[in-house]
Each structure stands twice: as C-alpha cells, then as structure tokens.
C-alpha cells in the first residue's frame, strides 16, 4: 500500500515538475524577427526581439553585427538611431547604437508604445526626433 502511494505522489511530483519547465522554456523562447539585407550596410545582420513585460510594456532587445563604423557612411553621418514604427504609425526614437571593435552592438530599451516595425537610420545626432538620415535596416512588418 505504501509503495503505491510513494509511486503516486512521485508521479505528480514528475508531471509537475516535466509541466514547469516546458512552460518556462516557451515562455523563454522570444522570435527573432530579423533585419532585411541592407544595401547602404551590406555585411550588417541582425534581429530584434520583443517581448511583454508584467507592467504590459514592450522589451525590446535589438542585436545588429558587421554594422560599419557610421563615419564610413556616405553621406557622412555621427550615429545610428534606432526606431520603431508603433501601432498608431508614428515613428519613436528608442536610442543611439554605438559599435563596438567588432562592429556589433547590442540595444535593449523598453517602450509603452506597441511597436511593428524596427528600423535603424544614420543621423547627425541621437536625439533627433524624426528620423533625417539614411536607413541603414528594417525589418518587415511584424
């Protein structure tokens, strides 16, 4: 009687356990919603991923490499800025991406706005609030 007991609880301790960790590995598993080719940037690639946080808000992580030194760009620019495309279409500036050595950066911000598109664009300063320069990458419409 004991041994089938003991057997029992050891079974639903293993669904238990074998449920929580399948939903913390899907919970775990963002997309990648990858950048398209670029012809001003050719050798650049990357992908976002974008998730709700508990407060509803979006995280957003952006990771971009072989992103040539913005100096190189013709016409000459000072930085990339990164942007989303929100749900009401009005384009939001989430931050300045500043390559490292080997050329790759990685940008992770939050944002209230529900964003649909990513682009990144060379500009003259990171503070612009309309985006004047270049785009350097965009994704599709997600």
């Known amino acids: 009687m004991k041994a089938k007991k003991i057997t029992s609880t050891l079974k639903s301790v293993l669904i238990g356990t074998t449920t929580l960790i399948l939903i913390l590995f899907l919970s775990s598993c963002t997309p990648r919603i990858p950048f398209n080719p670029s012809s001003v940037v050719p050798a650049a ?23 040539a030194d913005v100096y190189r760009l013709k016409p000459r620019a000072y930085t990339y800025v990164a942007w989303i495309v929100t749900e009401q279409d ?3 500036n989430i931050g ?14 939050v944002s209230s706005f ?29």
């Open 45 to 67: 690639e990357g992908y976002v991923k974008i998730k709700t946080d508990k407060n509803l808000n979006y995280q957003i992580q952006i990771n971009v490499s072989n992103l």
């Open 90 to 92: 009005s384009l939001k």
């Open 96 to 109: 300045g991406l500043i390559t490292s050595n080997n050329l790759s950066v990685v940008l992770k911000t």
């Open 114 to 142: 529900k964003p649909v598109q990513v682009m990144i664009t060379a500009e003259e300063d990171a503070e612009v609030q309309n985006p004047m320069g270049e785009i350097v990458l965009t994704t599709e419409i997600f």
